[in-house]
């Protein structure tokens, strides 16, 4: 998760005459509940989803791991 903020912050400090840019990402973790990359990119796919629908420059972790 703490990549994911950093990422916020480094395109947030990106400068355009129309406004800063925002990001939100979804953030998954290998484990024991993944038997493939398909769940792992799943999970980080909801995770996403659950970012942008709480609004701009969020990060969201998959669960039920993310640290």
């Not at 659950?50 to 039920?64: F, H, I, L, M, Y």
């Amino acid at each position: 998760q703490a990549v994911g903020e950093r990422l916020c912050v480094a395109v947030h400090a990106v400068q355009r005459p129309d406004g800063n840019l925002t990001i939100s990402t979804g953030v998954a973790e290998y484990g024991s509940v993944d038997h493939n990359v398909e769940s792992l990119l799943s999970r980080a796919d909801l995770a996403l989803h659950r970012a942008k629908s709480e609004g701009r420059d969020r990060v969201a972790c998959a669960t039920p791991v993310c640290a």
